[in-house]
């Protein structure tokens, strides 16, 4: 029944895999002359055809961006076979509960926050979808939109410690571990070709998430007991959180001196120091992760992998686009864009 499911599925993914940009499309778009053609010749890409991009702020550009992608998951998951549904929630859940987390960020802050500014309540088929703003005071009614049991569990933790340790900064340390912890849960339903295969395709993408968390945390000091908590039972991707907690919890205020021992396990990290280290672990991790999804779609891959493959892929082009936009609006030089894209240009 699955493999009917994915053969059915497939050429529905390939069409969706024609509408995106040909490397020499991104290219050209980081070679105009301002922000104002680059934003227009973007328009015309076949995966922004039905949508409208506007100069009014950089944020507008970058919801615009990131709705493309979520409501892209929501169709997929109408019609992803059942044994990829939790592959598909994963992805889904991860922009849901990064903009729960924000919300509650900003209700421990004390900070105001317009709906406006998340992505997910604006679109049909989320938990957030309708949210009121007098709902933003309250992060237990808020909770109770998430139905994915996973998804629900992850940000009541992450509410949890916040409510333990009373510091906001909880929520930064959580924000990059909604998509491996996830996958991680996703992972123990799949059989293994399609464990693998899914692997292969979001794997560099968790693993440079994962440790520049660590990084991050070690830059900021926060306690190994803390990271600990936020970390414990992450077991994805070759980052066992067992066997790294001790290494954290030795370099915890020196992130050149964590990096140097992290990069004994993750040979993807190398630099002179941490800082260019993350730079050059990003763009690789970027670049494997879309060169094995693209691979995903040779032959006839009945498989989980071919749905996470499909997801990445439409979230490269996006991240490709942000980039080149973003470039051309601070005035970035091609050369420089070229080397956050997920493309070799």
Known sequence: MSQFGYARILPKLRIALSKLAKTDDIRSLAL???????????????????????ARSFSDVEQTLNRIIIEYIIKLSKTAPGSADKVVKAYLCTYVIGDLLSIFKR????????????VTPSIPGT???????????????????IKTPEARKFAANALEVYQKVNDPGVYDLYQPLIR???????????????????????????IYT???????????????????TVYSGINVCRFNWNTLRQVYENNSGDPEQLYAELKRYYPIFEGRNYIDALKQARSR???????????????????A???????????????????VLAGKLYGVFPEKIYGVISREL
Do not use: W
């Open 180 to 206: 491996p912890v996830l996958i991680q849960s996703a992972l123990q339903d799949l059989g293994t070709q399609s464990r693998e295969a899914v692997e292969r395709v979001s794997c560099p993408r968790i």
């Open 107 to 118: 209700i421990a802050l004390g900070a105001s926050l317009s709906i406006d500014s998340l």
């Open 127 to 145: 938990p957030l979808h309708g949210l009121e703003e007098e709902s933003l005071e309250s992060p237990k009614q808020l909770l109770s939109r």
């Open 305 to 323: 992998g071919l749905i996470a493959a499909s997801i990445e892929l439409l979230e490269h082009e996006v991240r490709d686009i942000r980039a």
């Open 32 to 54: 105009v002359e301002n922000f104002e053609e680059a934003l227009r010749d973007a328009s015309e890409l076949k995966v922004l055809k039905e949508e409208k991009l506007e």
């Open 210 to 228: 994962l440790v520049s968390g660590l990084l991050y945390a070690s830059r900021t000091r926060t306690s190994g007991e803390l990271v600990s």
């Open 285 to 303: 991790s970027l670049r494997e992760s879309r060169k094995h999804s693209l691979a995903q779609f040779a032959g006839y891959p009945f498989h």
